[in-house]
């Protein structure tokens, strides 16, 4: 069950009335007279969460951060979505959309901040896998392209920003491979698993945010609006999302 628990899942049907003279007319059922503005402000909301649902779906924690388009296309892609919620976000804020409802609620939360904090935090982090992920290709397998005479200082600079932690002994080992350490492939191996399994917990958190004041603005509209947004691009797949 999705966090729509409260939400219609039926799809409302026109009903038969007779008129006053006998015959037959067709009249909507009330679920389905809705309100433009009810739609707009509907799909305004599920904008920027259906922009997060992208973004969760860029950090791919399942597929660790070396599975395609591999971390330096990773670190890209989280940004340009990122960038996308930010431009979203802002847009909703500015336009004061739900004002005085859940929806006003949802958009004013500081945890789509927050997620945008993480999710450029994960970037850079991302970033420093790439790095360390092409010295280590190219020194052990020869399938990277990093050039091994900067590599010390690439290495170091890592080293400065992480020197705790798997990345930081990930570089370690590196340099070690670099200095002729024959056990260093072995060591670097298993450091990168580490620094992979840190990335997938980093990038687990990006989720969706606000969800809760979310909800109950959903739950609060007529399920007639929401039944009529079902074919859209952007809406319907968002309240499909919901509704899982």
């Known amino acids: ?135 280590h290709l190219t020194l052990l397998t020869g399938a990277g392209t990093a050039d091994l005479r900067t590599a010390p200082a690439a290495l170091a600079d890592v080293v400065d920003r992480r020197p705790d932690g798997p990345l930081g002994a990930w570089a370690g080992t590196l340099q070690d491979g670099l200095d002729g350490d024959p056990s260093a492939a072995s060591a670097a191996g298993a450091a990168r698993d580490q620094a992979d399994a840190l990335w997938r917990t980093r990038a687990a958190v990006l989720r969706p945010a606000a969800l809760e004041p979310l909800t109950a603005f959903l739950n609060g509209i007529d399920p007639g609006v929401l039944t009529a947004l079902d074919g859209h691009p952007v809406a319907g797949p968002a309240l499909r999302s919901l509704r899982r």
């Not at 389905?32 to 779906?57: H, K, N, P, R």
């Not at 996308?84 to 336009?95: E, F, I, M, N």
């Open 1 to 135: 069950m999705g966090v729509l628990t409260a939400l219609a899942l039926t799809t409302a049907l026109v009903t038969s009335v007779g008129d006053a003279s006998g015959g037959d007319r067709q009249d909507p059922a009330p679920e389905l007279v809705t309100d433009i503005a009810t739609e707009d402000a509907v799909v305004s909301v599920l904008q920027l969460f259906a922009a997060q649902v992208t973004l969760t779906g860029v950090a791919s924690p399942d597929a660790g951060a070396f599975a395609l388009p591999g971390p330096s296309g990773r670190a890209a892609a989280l940004r340009d979505a990122a960038a996308t919620v930010g431009s979203t976000l802002g847009a909703l804020r500015d336009a004061e959309v739900a004002v005085g409802t859940p929806g006003r609620d949802y958009a004013l939360d500081g945890d789509h901040d927050l997620l945008l904090e993480e999710t450029l935090d994960v970037a850079t982090l991302t970033d420093d896998l790439a790095t360390l992920n092409d010295i």
